[in-house]
């Protein structure tokens, strides 16, 4: 079975430009969080889905980034306009069940931003 | 408000030993705990899931164990391996569904 799929693995632009990343939940899940991990700290929630709905987006900063999952499948968070301090790891999870079930995470997407 | 705290940050030991990290949180209304593991530039690997109503969960050579009461949660790695260097977060859960708070990690160094 397959694991929780981000992409892409790295991406380095300028400030000011938009970026996007990608993820694929494990098949069957229909939770899917958006996590940021800045070095040295653990990770900290953006969003929480259930399904395509959007239940908790309150740590979203939502004058620059945004996030869709359409179909209750694969996400997409956009980053725009990109500031240097959104340099970090952008990680997805997924769970089967969101009251009590266990998070799989998938490699994380690192944004470097010059 | 959930806080988590890991101590110590960072351990360094000779390969062989037994070695326990530990996680503290300040709310102790919790449905479950989760231990992870996190190698430089990869994601998280799930490593135990202790629900509210366990004391501890094992898993080949990791047990973790569970005080509610206390706050507290401990990872015990026996026989440590060089190949278990890596960082170990905990985390458990806020807002009244699985909402994790991680704590920053220990970094975990095993030497041959």
């Known amino acids: 079975e397959a694991g929780v799929v981000q992409s892409p693995r790295y991406k380095i632009i300028e400030k000011k430009q938009p970026v996007a990343f990608w993820c694929n939940p494990i098949s069957g899940h229909n939770t899917l969080y958006w996590y940021l991990q800045n070095l040295g700290q653990g990770p900290e929630l953006l969003i929480r889905y259930e399904n395509e709905e959007a239940v908790d987006d309150s740590q979203l900063p939502k004058d620059r980034f945004s996030a869709e999952r359409l179909k209750g499948v694969d996400s997409t968070l956009k980053i725009q306009p990109a500031e240097l301090g959104d340099s970090a790891v952008y990680l997805c999870a997924s769970s089967g069940d969101s009251l009590t079930g266990e998070l799989f995470f998938g490699e994380g997407s690192r944004l470097t931003v010059l | 408000k959930q806080e988590v705290t890991q101590i110590p940050a960072a351990l ?37 899931l202790i629900q509210s109503s366990q004391r501890e969960q094992t898993s080949g050579r990791l047990n973790a164990s569970l005080d509610k009461s206390s706050g507290r949660s401990t990872l015990y790695i026996a026989a440590s391996q060089p190949g278990d260097s ?24 095993v030497h041959p």
């Open chain 2, 12 to 48: 360094s030991v000779p390969e062989g030993e037994n070695l326990v990290l530990n996680c503290s949180f300040t709310d102790s209304a919790i449905y479950n705990l989760q231990w992870f593991r996190q190698d430089p530039g990869k994601g998280l690997t799930s490593l135990l």
């Open chain 2, 86 to 109: 890596a960082t170990y977060l905990c985390a458990v859960p806020s807002g009244g569904y699985n909402k994790l708070i991680f704590g920053a990690g220990t970094r975990l160094a």
